[in-house]
């Protein structure tokens, strides 16, 4: 389909860990804005606060730069954030 435009959610410019979708989506990427004093990112398969199914394992971001994360969940969307970040998540 010529000209398609994907639709999706994104949840803007948040600094805490934060359950992003109570729903099964399609995790796209992360844009990381801002990163410091030991900044870490882990992703989970989660519609509450649970920890039990890992998307994205640990990983230290580095400010202004944008990570895709091509991956479905089943439950929702839960990001864990340590130290100082500034994101936003976008999926479908």
Known sequence: MPN????GGYKSSFSATANIAARPVDLKGIFVSA????PQITVYDSATTTTTDLVVALFTPVSATYYPMPASTEAGLYV????????????A
Not at 35 to 38: E, F, K, N
Not at 84 to 91: G, L, N, P
């Open 80 to 91: 864990v954030i340590s130290g100082t970040v500034t994101c936003t998540v976008f999926f």
């Open 35 to 38: 990163a410091s004093g030991g």
């Open 4 to 7: 398609a435009m994907q639709r």
